[in-house]
């Protein structure tokens, strides 16, 4: 069993910066691809970033791609998403989870074995 435990969300203003953490619980968390999901009111939960197990590859939502950037520190069994340039759009609860089953990089809910209970962001413009 994986427990994941989110951080860091908060009210920000337009253009700023919020960077989000998530805790693991267990001794393999190196051993998991991990990813950051969000959902916003009314809608889907969609994928935004994930990361290899060594945080040597990564993959982005287009809508994120060049304003986030997911990474890793496996001594601290720790995925961070560092979200600048926030835009209202961006407002959503955000949630990691933990793919175990491969080594891709899927953006697929249905892939993904554990998720956290999520931390939201407001971005107020």
């Known amino acids: 069993q994986v427990q994941l435990v989110e951080s860091g969300g908060g009210l920000v203003q337009a253009g700023g910066s919020l960077r989000l953490s998530c805790a693991a619980s267990?001794?393999?968390?190196?051993?998991?691809?991990m990813g950051w999901f969000r959902q916003a009111p009314g809608k889907e939960r969609e994928f935004v970033s994930a990361?290899?197990?060594?945080?040597?590859?990564?993959n982005y939502a287009d809508s994120v791609k060049g304003r986030f950037t997911i990474s890793r520190d496996n001594a601290k069994n720790t995925v961070y998403l560092q979200m600048n340039s926030l835009k209202p759009e961006d407002t959503a609860a955000y949630y990691c989870?933990?793919?175990?089953?491969?080594?891709?990089?899927?953006?697929?809910?249905?892939?993904?074995?554990?998720w956290g209970q999520g931390t939201q962001v407001t971005v107020s413009s």
């Open positions: 989870a933990a793919h175990i089953r491969s080594r891709t990089l899927p953006s697929l809910i249905s892939l993904y074995d554990y």
């Open positions: 267990g001794r393999t968390f190196s051993s998991y691809v």
């Open positions: 990361i290899t197990r060594s945080g040597g590859s990564t």
